[in-house]
């Protein structure tokens, strides 16, 4: 293998060339870690808002988003009287806007909702939640840039607040949102007696099948899923998979072409000079090598070049304030082996043509080109 | 010197362009170990096609060939030919122009895997014996014609060949270093003992070869010794 030493050589006589090969691979390995691991961290918010505290999500049958399902009240009151059931907390998902905030999720919830619990109080009272006539609760994020302080009126959508109370939690989505009892929620976004999902608490997870059995028997309208079934199914959620990993291959293949180019160019301005590597004892296989060895070079400087814009962009956009915190990423291991697999891929195959084109230079007769 | 017999070659037939191009038409010729031999003939008449066959480059239509063992006509074969027994001289160099000296010397040994530390020591020998160590770290695009031809001549010895074959070296240089670069060879020859086989259209170097071999019609004219050599 002491031949791949020329692969380092060659790589050094063409830097431009090289780098242009190395920046396709990078570009493409950039953008497909930013763009998967804030999918990946938006699902992850988005399911951990619905999985707060709870074992199952009661929702309409055939919705295709949440915003769209309606569970009746009284339906929530039949589930929270069967006797498997600890708890059946309602939640109301709206979109209002406020200033020059053109889309600030809204939850309507009921005071005994575990997230306010759990949520860090920075004004107000939790016992207060729903207890104070035009109310509304604030993220602390959402307060931060609708620049609200408690006992301020402000203005959603039509209506006017008073805000009273501002939280903290964890979740970006829940941070950046704004908060309403859920009567006022079901009254402002004129759902009145709907919320969009119950999510259900069981005493005895065990018999998890037998509750959904019962509750899809009794209402032919509605769908019970386990959290994690739910996050394996709901349609919104594979299409921001699909469409992340769609454009981040669409980016490594702009970045396979880049290194496609890079080889042919390489391969076609030395078919002389291949010629006389084959005089000095060169095998076909060797000249194959020595091309696939350069495009498994490019493709490893470029995933180190990748790895480190992504990162730095993931970073700066977790820490932009025009995000409010929407941006959390989530780089997951099985991932990250799959941009690393992609790349080396992607580079390997932008290379096998030329490579085989290289590999079947005949010495006597590219010679004789001048 | 070596007597023991490096090529031996009967009715070699090439032709290009599916038959059309007839070039090489039963030639048939035998060198031996140490012996400078010339292949003297005018431009076109089949002196290249003929060593591309002998150094395992090119494949023969037909005819019988078998080189330091080896039979030319089987890839396996060319590929050991070309990385343990025969080095190849052109023309123009066919030196890689932005490569130094050194790293174009180490291509040969490059490929056949040989350790690192030998091939440093093997060309800082043969640099000494052609009179290029002091060109070593310096690229080719950046040295003389003449020391580029030196270059190519070491690179050719790199794997310690039994054989060399040299097509036409000295016909991009001018009269002078054309002639010291003859003279290496020549040299070369006698203190190694390496076979040289050397293409070329000028009578004066013929004629200082130990046999003359007249290349016309595709074929050999005469296998006689030139004038003044026997
Ligand atoms: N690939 C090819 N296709 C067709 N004809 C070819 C090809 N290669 C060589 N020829 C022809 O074969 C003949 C012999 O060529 P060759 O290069 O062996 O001659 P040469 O004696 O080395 O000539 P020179 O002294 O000019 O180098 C020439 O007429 C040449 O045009
Ligand atoms: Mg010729």
């Known amino acids: 293998m002491r031949f791949l030493a020329l692969v380092f050589v060659n790589l050094r006589r063409h830097k431009l060339r090289a780098l242009i090969g190395v920046a396709g691979i990078g570009f493409g390995v950039a953008a497909m870690l ?27 049958k055939n919705v295709s988003d949440l915003f769209f399902s309606s569970v009746p009240d009284d ?6 009287g ?28 009921e005071p005994t909702n575990p997230r306010l619990a759990n949520a860090k109080w920075l004004a107000g009272r939790r016992e207060e939640f729903g207890r104070t006539p035009g109310g509304i609760w604030l993220g602390a994020r959402a307060a931060e840039f609708l620049e609200a302080k408690a006992g301020q009126k402000i203005a959603i959508g039509k209506g006017e607040f008073t805000v009273a109370g501002i939280f903290a939690t964890e979740n970006g989505f829940e941070d950046g949102g704004v908060f309403l009892p859920l009567k006022d929620a079901q009254t402002f976004f004129s759902r009145e007696g709907v919320a969009s999902v119950v999510a259900i608490k069981l005493r005895d997870q065990t018999r998890g099948a037998e509750f959904k059995r019962v509750v899809e028997a009794a209402n032919p309208g509605l769908m019970a899923l386990e959290n994690r079934e739910f996050n394996q199914s709901y349609t919104q959620f594979k299409i921001l998979h699909f469409t992340a990993w769609a454009v981040g291959l669409c980016a490594f293949l702009l970045g396979g072409l880049g290194v496609a180019n890079t080889m042919l160019l390489s391969v076609f301005s030395r078919i002389r000079e291949i010629a006389v590597l084959r005089v000095c004892g060169f095998s076909p296989g060797q000249v194959a090598g020595l091309i696939l060895g350069e495009a498994v070079v490019i493709a490893l400087a470029g995933l180190t070049l990748g790895l480190g814009l992504g990162y730095g962009a993931l970073f700066a956009l977790e820490h932009m304030p025009q995000f409010n915190g929407y941006i959390q990423a989530v780089v997951k291991p099985g991932m990250l082996a799959g941009i690393v697999a992609t790349a080396i891929i992607t580079a390997v195959a932008g290379s096998l043509w030329p490579a085989r084109f290289a590999s079947k230079i005949q010495p006597a007769e590219a010679l004789r080109y001048e | 010197m070596s007597e023991e017999v490096l090529i031996t070659a009967r009715d070699l037939r090439k032709t290009y362009d599916a038959g059309r191009v007839r070039v090489l038409d039963g030639v048939s010729l035998e060198v031996r170990g140490g012996e400078m031999v010339a292949l003297w003939g005018a431009s076109g008449s089949g002196k290249s096609t003929l060593l591309h066959l002998l150094g395992g480059l090119d494949v023969p239509d037909g005819g019988e060939i078998t080189v330091c063992g080896l039979d030319p006509r089987r890839e396996a074969h060319r590929l050991t030919l070309r990385r343990h027994h025969v080095g190849f001289v052109f023309q123009l160099h066919n030196l890689i122009p932005d490569l130094t000296v050194a790293e174009n010397l180490r291509v040969p040994a490059l490929a056949r895997g040989a350790p690192a530390a030998a091939t440093r020591t093997r060309i800082g020998e043969l640099a000494e014996a052609v009179g290029i160590a002091h060109r070593l770290n310096h690229r080719i695009q950046d040295i003389s014609g003449g020391e580029r031809q030196r270059t190519a001549i070491c690179r050719a010895l790199m794997n310690s060949p039994q054989l060399l074959l040299a097509d036409e070296p000295t016909g991009s240089l001018d009269e002078e270093t054309g002639d010291t670069v003859f003279s290496l060879l020549r040299h070369l020859v006698q203190t190694r003992g390496i076979a040289v086989v050397l293409a070329t259209h ?12 007249r290349v016309r019609s595709g074929r050999i004219e005469s296998g006689r010794p030139a004038v003044g050599s026997g």
Not at chain 1, 75 to 80: F, H, I, V, W
Not at chain 1, 82 to 109: H, K, Q, W, Y
Request: net charge negative.
């Open chain 1, 82 to 109: 069967m006797a498997n059931v600890a708890s059946a907390e309602p939640l109301l998902f709206g979109l209002v806007t406020s200033g020059d905030r053109p889309i600030i999720t809204c939850f309507g919830l």
């Open chain 2, 202 to 213: 000028e009578r004066r170097f013929a004629e200082q070869c130990d046999r003359v071999l």
């Open chain 1, 34 to 60: 930013t763009i998967l691991s804030i999918v990946n961290g938006a699902i992850g918010m988005f399911e951990r808002i619905l999985a707060v505290d709870s074992h199952y999500l009661v929702f309409e």
């Open chain 1, 75 to 80: 339906k929530t009151a039949a589930l929270r």
